[in-house]
């Protein structure tokens, strides 16, 4: 037997190599190493062979193709299935969002969902609509009370998310917007990466994070408003 035989014969396949992955992930010892500043969480969205055989998973089809008046049907004769997840965790806000439905969106938040729901590796539906540029989703969830500062078990918040993706100009603008902006940019994932050194490496949108700084912040907070109804009351009035 040549060299070369030798070496294929000892050549996993990949059906094995995915069974030992499968095993180190389950494995309590070894399981830390597959999170980190990098976990990508809609890598692994739970695929299902015929998602209409029970509510549970059709629901979560219907959440994420769109299929709202199913949607509706469903949850008319079962309001609780807003609340179901896949293996993976994704429930039905997550589809909608990384497939950027926004009726979808809004009828699930009218419906209770969860808007800061997370899935096994700590994302948010907020997360899943920063991983693909999807910023009508995210100003929606955020309208929606979405928390823009909830860190995934990689430490990543979806400003890191959406910093490491090229194309991220529109979604970065609409998180820039959040008067608590700046505590976030300022924050390092597990890698030890703050949302501004991810943009660095990513794309040419680094340069936007200048927008990120508090004067800029206070000039959107309540107490710099024009609209005397919800002006920040003055320090006398608020200890009365």
Request: proline share 5%; net charge negative; charged share 25%.
């Amino acid at each position: 037997m040549s060299d070369s035989e030798d070496e294929e014969k000892h050549i996993k396949s990949f059906a094995e190599v995915h069974e030992e992955i499968e095993a180190f992930k389950k494995n309590p010892e070894t399981s830390g190493m597959f999170v980190s500043g990098w976990d990508d969480a809609d890598q692994d969205v739970d695929i299902v062979k015929n998602p209409k055989a029970n509510s549970c998973d059709h629901v979560l089809w219907a959440a994420e193709h769109g299929e709202i008046d199913v949607l509706k049907e469903l949850l008319s004769k079962q309001p609780g299935l807003v609340h179901v997840q896949d293996s993976d965790g994704y429930s039905p806000l997550h589809r909608a969002a990384y497939s950027n439905h926004i009726d979808v969106i809004s009828y699930l938040l009218s419906m209770n969902a969860n808007v800061n729901k997370k899935t096994q590796l700590g994302w948010t539906p907020l997360h899943s609509a920063c991983k693909w540029n999807n910023y009508m989703a995210a100003a929606r969830l955020l309208a929606g009370g979405a928390d823009a500062k909830i860190l995934s078990d990689g430490g990543q918040s979806p400003l890191h998310i959406t910093a490491s993706i090229s194309h991220c100009k529109a979604t970065l603008l609409i998180l820039f917007l959040k008067d608590d902006i700046v505590e976030v940019a300022s924050k390092e994932n597990s890698s030890g990466e703050t949302p501004e050194k991810l943009a660095l490496g990513h794309g040419i949108y680094a340069p936007l994070f200048e927008m990120v700084c508090p004067e800029v912040s206070y000039i959107r907070s309540l107490a710099f408003t024009t609209n005397p109804y919800v002006r920040q009351k003055p320090a006398s009035l608020e200890s009365k």
